[in-house]
Structures are given as C-alpha cells and as structure tokens.
C-alpha cells in the first residue's frame, strides 16, 4: 500500500506520538512545513483554531477510511474530540522518513507534546502571522510588535503579554524567520 | 450609477429558492454592471445537462441565492442575545459586518471560468514566488484567485463609492479578506465569519444543492433550509478560546441531512460519468479556443491588473460560438454534437498492475482518456460539522452523533476508463 509522501508523515508521527487530536496534528503538520521547510503541499489559512489546510483533513479522513488510523473519542471540559493513533495496517504501510524528515518531526513533536490545544492555538498563530506579515512586508523593522498587535486583535482571548511571551520563545527557538 | 437604479430603494428579485432575494441599491448597481452580469452566461454545472437537461441555471442566481441565504445566517445568529454576547460588538458594527458578508456572497463567484469548474483545467500555473507557489511549480490558480482579482481591480469603485458602502467604511479588502485572500491582513470579522462563505456550513453549498436539486429535477440535494438557517449559532471553541460557527444541538439532524445531500449530488450528479467525459472534452476544446486566440499554451490569462478583464471577456457564449465555428477542434465538435467518450470500465477499488498496463496500451490504440479517481480539488466532503450543546457549553463533531456521517466514506475511490464510441472504438470492450 503506497501511502504517499504527506500521508506517510503523518502515519509516522503518529507511531511517535500515539493519542494525538485531529487539531494538534494539523498544528505539528503546519510547524513542519513552515518552521522546518518540509515540503507538504498544502495551503494553510488561518480559521478558528489557528493554520488549517483541507489537505490535512482530507488525508486524516482518507487514513482513517482507509483502516489506516483509527480513532476514539476523548472529552475535555467543554470539547468532544477524536484522538488519532496508527493500526496494524499503519504499522505494516508506513514507510520510513528521510533523516531531515525525522529530525524536523522529532523537533516538532518535542515541542508540542504536554501542550494544550489553546498553546498551539496561540503557537502556530503567531508563526502564520510573522511569516505572512514578512511575505508581505507588513513587519516594518521587523520585531514583535505588529505581529503580537494583530494576533491579539484577531484573538482577543489571548492577553498581550502571553502573545509576547509566545513570540519571545519562539523567536528564541528560531521557530520565527 | 446606471438608470433605474435608486439611491436607497430595496430592491426584490424573484428566485426559484427562495421566493424572493433582496438587494439594496449598492448591491443592484453592482448586479447590473456589465461584468457581474457575465454570470448569466456561466452555466452552474457546466455540460451537466448533457444528462439532466434542465441543468441550464447559472452562476447568476445562484451568486443572488449566497447573499439571501448568508444574510438569513447572519440574521439569525446576530438574533440571539447569547451570540451578540459572545461577539461583543455593537449594532454598527453588526450592520457594517452584514454588508461584508453580503457583498463577498455576491462577489464570491466572479472569477469563474467558462464552463465553471470544468475550465479549470486551463488556468496558469502559479508563478515562483506566489503565496502558495510550491516545488516543481504544479499549483494552478483557481477560481477564487480570479475572483479576488475581479473584485479588487474591476469591482473596487463599486464598493468603496457608493454611499452605502462609504457610510459603513467598507473597503475591497474586507471583502477579500473574507474570501480567503493571503494578502491582506486577517481580521476578527474575517476569522469568524469567513465559514459562511466558505466552510462547512457555508451559504455557497447551502444554495448549491438546493438550487441544483431544482433545476436538476432530483431530490438528492434537498434538506430543510429553514431549520438550518433557524439552528445555526456560535458556539464556544476548544478550551472556550473563541466562538466559531456551528448548529445548535437540537438541530443535528439537519447537519446530517445536509452532508448526505452533499454526499448523494456528488456521486449521483457531480461525478456522473457522462458528466465527467464532458468535463474532459471541456477543457481540451478550451485549450484549443484559447490557442486560437493567441494564448500560446492554450492557457487563460493570469488574473492580473492588467489582464483580468480579457479573461472576464471570456465566458460560455464565446466558447461555444468559437466552437461552432471549429476552434474548438476534435473536442469541440464532440461537445456540438454529444458525442462524448464513454465510460468502459470503472474500478471501485485499486486498479491491480495488470489492469493499468492494459488502460495504458489500450490508451495508446484509441481516443480516450482514464478519469483518475474522479476527484477534483474541488471537491471536499468536510463531513464533520460543528455542533454546539449550549446547556452543557460544549462543542462535538457532527460524527460523534450520527452514527450515519460517522461511517461515510471519505472521498469517492471510483475510477474510469473512457473511450471514444467512433471508428476503431465502437466495440471496445476492457480485457478484449
């Protein structure tokens, strides 16, 4: 069963890092593309939950359709979700990935595990913003400023001291161009 | 302003839908401007009536049923005093975002091509350096980059010098930016309100399939639209860090009813196989139509400042009349005279080796053409609508209710080999 390359990635991490949510995975696949260049084909546009390509969805839905990757429900306080992990058939599919794929999706997942669906939300934010503000030269002399003002505009349920706490972290990471 | 049309007057259309749809004077200036009205000469659904002949509706009413059926959307959110709670925004500022969503409804379909989705086919590859430009330089623009450009550089007047849009402070780029463009800035309005215009709950496929089921004479598409339109609501996201669209907990079933209806049109209309072949003569005519033009790689034109309106010159009528007068060569012709290749062989599963080297060798021998896994960009399931349980304050995917939406399958795995009914292939058979 050939799986395809942008499939095969997410089969793979998931192996890594069983339990997953459809969200978070969408997040650690937008932070593999943009942060660390993995060519994923897909086109990001921010919506609710933060960066989100149809093209993940697609491929979670296909997977899972396909006896791939199963799923079971998981509740926090005020959300009913499904949480992702690979089956046998997964297992005996997936392919192994290229060192830099590795090494970029061991990265993303360090940085990822333990946080919450609100943390990546507020993560992955601020990295599609910086890079669509430097794309289209709104960054001026650059710095945290315009972009935090725009994502605390956009998502006001964040304060602007956690959007710059984020930005500095992320900054320090090198996770910001 | 053109004649007839008045300042404040409200103005009503008869629509098949729903009854009537109602256009403010800004709104009817821009339906009467000359490209706007190109939508009438934009068949929905292509060369679908080639098998459901009264598939002949175009992207016209339909671009007026979006902004009835988002309006009535919106209406029915802002209603409820929970939502206005939640979105925190005053009465101005409602009415400024209802005339966004209105004018991105009207607007959101202009940058069609001839022959609708079908001509997409025939759309430049993005150039290195575009926002979604990827490796190897596949990508092609789609519609909605032609209708951005269309509004932006052909439509801006209208919508910035009206006093109607003045009056609220609308600009070109809240429009846009509510139909996905990456380059303008995100806003709040944008983020939440951008998914009914395009989302799982949007108005687009809301009208779509009932208009479609209308005119099609089929009742695959059909749900109820007033339950719908009543249901909808914000609710509060994960970790309730903000409010997104979703249907209200008691109205779940309307949600399934509309993925079912989506799911039906798409394997009974959409992907019919006749359609499909259709589909294929399309673009192959179009190339050759837009070769005879002077477009050197049989290529529409970029949608640029400085091209967007010779591709809006482009529509329906222009491609048929060159058609007929053969520029739409071999294609062309077949389009004229229905003679579509046919559907020999269709695999619901994955072809075995021996198969495809028989498709490819029998491919070699006769006219046709192999439809791989009649899936299009174009077509996403989204099946899981959010639903929101407003006593318990909490979000669930539609699936984790309806065991039906749950077992869907994903997208349809049909694959077809083609072939021409003509000359050598008249008694073709697949493995003979």
């Not at chain 2, 001839?114 to 150039?127: I, K, V």
Request: hydrophobic residues 35%.
């Amino acid at each position: 069963m050939n799986l395809g390359n942008r499939k095969n990635i997410i089969v793979n991490m998931l192996q890594k890092n069983p339990g997953m949510g459809k969200t978070a995975v969408m997040k650690a696949m937008f932070m593999l593309q943009q942060v660390k260049g993995i060519s994923l084909g897909c086109d990001f546009s921010i919506y609710t939950y933060g960066p989100y390509a149809a093209e993940i969805m697609e491929d979670i839905d296909e997977l899972l359709s396909e006896g791939v990757l199963s799923s079971e429900i998981y509740q926090s306080h005020n959300y009913i979700g499904y949480k992702l992990k690979t089956t046998d058939k997964g297992s005996k599919a997936a392919v192994g990935l290229k060192n830099k794929e590795t090494q970029a999706m061991e990265n993303i997942l360090d940085f990822v595990r333990g946080k919450t669906a609100k943390e990546l939300e507020l993560y992955a934010t601020v990295i599609y913003i910086d890079n669509l503000y430097l794309k289209n030269g709104w960054s001026g002399n650059g710095g945290a400023e315009p972009v935090v003002k725009k994502v605390h505009e956009i998502k006001p349920h964040f304060t602007g001291d956690q959007i710059k706490d984020a930005y500095s972290q992320l900054k320090e990471m090198k996770y910001l161009q | 302003m053109p004649a007839g049309t008045k300042w404040d007057k409200k103005y009503k259309v008869r629509d098949p839908v729903y009854g009537f749809v109602k256009l403010d004077a800004q709104e009817m200036e821009i339906v009467n401007s000359p490209y706007f009205q190109r939508l009438r000469r934009i068949k929905q659904l292509s060369l679908t009536d080639m098998v459901y002949p009264g598939a002949n509706h175009t992207r016209f009413e339909h671009s007026l049923g979006v902004v009835q059926m988002a309006s009535d959307m919106f209406d029915n959110i802002v209603s409820k005093e929970t939502n206005c709670k939640r979105l925190g925004v005053g009465t101005d500022a409602l009415k400024r975002i209802r005339k966004i969503i209105r004018l991105a409804a009207l607007l959101h379909d202009m940058g069609h091509a001839p022959f609708s989705h079908a001509g997409e086919d025939t759309m430049p590859f993005l150039p290195e350096g575009h926002v979604r430009y990827e490796e190897g330089g596949k990508k092609r623009y789609e519609h909605e980059d032609y209708s951005i450009a269309a509004i932006k550089y052909v439509f801006k007047d209208y919508i910035e010098d009206h006093h109607l849009g003045e009056a609220l402070g609308i600009k070109t780029e809240d429009i846009i930016g509510l139909l996905g463009d990456k380059n303008v800035k995100p806003t709040r309005t944008s983020l939440i309100w951008g998914g009914i215009i395009s989302g799982q709950l949007d108005a687009d496929r809301a009208d779509y399939l009932l208009r479609d089921s209308l005119h099609l004479g089929v009742n695959y598409g059909n749900y109820d639209r007033n339950r719908l339109v009543n249901c909808i609501t914000l609710g509060e996201s994960e970790e309730e860090s903000d409010c997104l669209l979703a249907i209200e907990e008691g109205g779940w079933h309307v949600a399934e009813s509309l993925v079912i209806a989506r799911y039906q049109m798409f394997s009974q209309v959409y992907f019919h196989p006749v359609r499909r072949a259709f589909d294929y003569h399309v673009t192959g005519a179009t190339k050759e139509v837009l070769k005879s033009l002077g477009y050197e790689k049989g290529l529409f034109p970029e949608p640029l400042e400085g091209s967007i309106k010779e591709y809006l010159d482009l529509d329906d009528w222009v491609m048929y009349g060159a058609f007929k007068n053969g520029q739409g060569r071999e294609h062309g012709r077949r389009i004229l005279e229905r003679k579509p290749y046919k559907c020999r062989k269709e695999w619901d599963m994955e072809v075995p080796d021996e198969e495809k080297e028989r498709i490819s060798s029998d491919l070699k021998k006769y006219q046709g053409f192999y439809d791989d896994g009649a899936v299009t960009k174009w077509y996403k399931l989204d099946k899981d609508i959010t639903i929101y349980d407003e006593t318990r304050n909490r979000i669930y995917p539609l699936s984790y209710k309806s065991k039906l939406v749950n077992v869907l399958p994903g997208l349809p795995k049909t694959t077809r080999l083609f072939i021409t009914q003509e000359g050598n292939g008249a008694n073709y058979e697949f493995g003979k």
